[in-house]
């Protein structure tokens, strides 16, 4: 069963702070990984993507991908209270690479 | 990114009806999916809506339950069939556009309520 993890939090950051979010995932054959941001009655919206390993920036944002260690991170840079949200983590399968498997996604709070 | 608009928004239904949600998407796109979030949980794929033939269903999930059609590259509907209360979940359609790699983007959702 392919699997991606993630700690359900919350994770608590004063505002200002990095935040920083951990995925890990089983499928070593896996390529592509996303990760959503997804308010408290809203649907998943796509932050950032990354193929490659090491870092890609985006804004306040940085995915991080080792391929190695089987980990991907989202790092969000001057947290605002906006921020909080519970943020997904997900991985294309190398089976169908069109299929993505979702973590159970990480509780963020950003308090003032 | 494509413009996806899903509807209902949200429905309360009796136990034992059917219900149909429609996605349509403002532009032609590659891949259609419908997924499932139930309570306090993560995604889950219901199947992959494929234009023109049937849909291929995830593990758990049949087509006598939840017939999906696609008729065309910007619609796709999925009927959540003979509903009793475990059916109450936000169902969720998601695009992608283009190349098999390219982010999966989500409608706004349809939230069911089973009495």
């Known amino acids: 069963q392919k699997e991606v993890e993630q700690n359900s939090g919350p994770l608590s950051v004063p505002e200002g702070a990095i935040a920083s979010l951990n995925c890990t995932y089983s499928?070593?054959?896996?390529?592509?990984f996303f990760w959503y941001r997804q308010y408290s009655g809203k649907s998943p919206e796509l932050i950032m993507f990354?193929?490659?390993?090491g870092d890609k920036e985006d804004g306040r944002f940085t995915a991080q991908l080792n391929k190695a260690s089987q980990y991907v991170s989202l790092l969000i840079r001057d947290s605002q209270p906006s921020d909080s949200a519970t943020y997904l983590c997900?991985?294309?399968?190398?089976?169908?690479?069109?299929?993505?498997?979702f973590g159970t996604g990480t509780r963020l709070q950003v308090f003032p | 990114s494509a413009v996806i608009s899903q509807k209902p928004s949200r429905d309360i239904c009796q136990r034992g009806t059917s219900l149909t949600i429609q996605c349509q998407v403002d532009?032609?796109?590659?891949?259609m999916f419908w997924y499932r979030q139930q309570p306090g949980q993560s995604l889950t794929l219901i199947a992959t809506?494929?234009?023109?033939?049937?849909?291929?269903?995830e593990s758990g999930f049949v087509i006598d339950k939840f017939p999906i059609s696609r008729p065309n590259l910007t619609f796709s509907t999925l009927t959540v069939s003979n509903m009793s209360p475990e059916d109450s979940s936000i169902y969720l359609c998601?695009?992608?556009?283009?190349?098999?790699?390219?982010?999966?983007?989500f409608g706004d959702g349809t939230r069911l309520s089973i009495l």
């Open positions: 998601s695009v992608a556009e283009g190349a098999s790699n390219q982010p999966q983007h």
């Open positions: 499928d070593r054959g896996s390529q592509s």
């Open positions: 990354i193929y490659s390993n």
């Open positions: 997900a991985g294309k399968a190398t089976y169908n690479t069109d299929k993505l498997i």
């Open positions: 532009s032609q796109v590659t891949m």
């Open positions: 809506a494929n234009q023109g033939s049937e849909a291929t269903y």
